[in-house]
């Protein structure tokens, strides 16, 4: 399958500081990626759709201020985690989504980076 | 909410095959039905994705009912890598098709 990376694979911080996280997809063009959130023992969350070149679209209850979120590029999403707090602590994971050779929906298929983990001290 | 529901643990002894359930009733007549999976610590993987026929992969089997309420992932030979959550998903199509992540099913492979 198709590879996205994230980068850092884990950061610690002090509070009150601002942490960016970098998604790219390596061997396909994604204009749509998904940002997620996992705490300990948890399912995924989605937290916002990045659509390249344009703003994105926050889940509800997720701060739009607080996260910031860059689609600059067609390989290329940031998340910006604002002024930092230890509750900001978690995983947080990317997917790009791959619409495949014909764009079809039924090729149509989302990848996974690692995932970041974060610790807020 | 999700619209699948998964049970939450299975075990499965290494070298027989896992057969995962997951029921989505709700889920529309145009929608695909994807699974992932997620070890420990790790971004979740893709493993297959179906609509109405029935899907093989390299990694798994999907079987889906002809109503399309239920899909059974069959991982036939299961090794002790293959210990996981795995989620049946469908897709937030209010929110760009994101994966509508449930709770999954922990799967043991045990020895």
């Known amino acids: 399958g198709a590879v996205v990376s994230q980068h850092p694979s884990r950061v610690i911080c002090k509070s009150g500081t601002s942490v960016k996280i970098e998604c790219r997809s390596l061997?396909?063009?994604?204009?749509?990626m998904f940002w997620y959130r996992q705490f300990p023992k948890k399912s995924l969350m989605l937290m916002a759709t990045?659509?390249?070149?344009?703003?994105?679209?926050?889940e509800q209850g997720v701060e739009k201020d607080k996260f910031l979120i860059n689609h600059a590029s067609l390989t290329l999403s940031t998340l910006t985690v604002t002024s930092a707090h230890p509750e900001d602590s978690s995983f947080y994971i990317c997917?790009?989504?791959?619409?495949?050779?014909?764009?079809?929906?039924?090729?149509?298929?989302?990848?996974f980076g690692p995932g970041t983990r974060l610790l807020v001290l | 909410d999700a619209k699948t529901t998964q049970p939450p643990s299975m075990d499965c002894a290494e070298g027989r095959a896992a057969n995962l359930p997951c029921n989505h009733s709700?889920?529309?007549?145009?929608?695909?039905v994807y699974w992932y999976r997620q070890i420990h610590s790790q971004g979740p993987q893709y493993i297959i994705h179906?609509?109405?026929n029935n899907e093989t992969n390299e990694m798994a089997s999907l079987i889906i009912t002809e109503d399309r309420k239920s899909s059974t992932l069959i991982l036939p030979h299961a090794t002790l890598r293959d210990t996981a959550v795995y989620y049946c998903?469908?897709?937030?199509?209010?929110?760009?098709?994101?994966?509508?992540f449930g709770k999954g099913t922990s799967l043991l492979v045990t020895p």
């Open positions: 997917s790009a989504r791959d619409l495949g050779s014909t764009g079809s929906r039924e090729q149509e298929t989302q990848y």
């Open positions: 061997d396909f063009q994604a204009t749509t």
């Open positions: 990045s659509n390249e070149g344009s703003k994105a679209t926050y």
């Open positions: 709700t889920i529309s007549g145009n929608e695909y």
């Open positions: 179906g609509l109405k």
């Open positions: 998903i469908d897709l937030l199509s209010n929110s760009g098709y994101a994966l509508n």
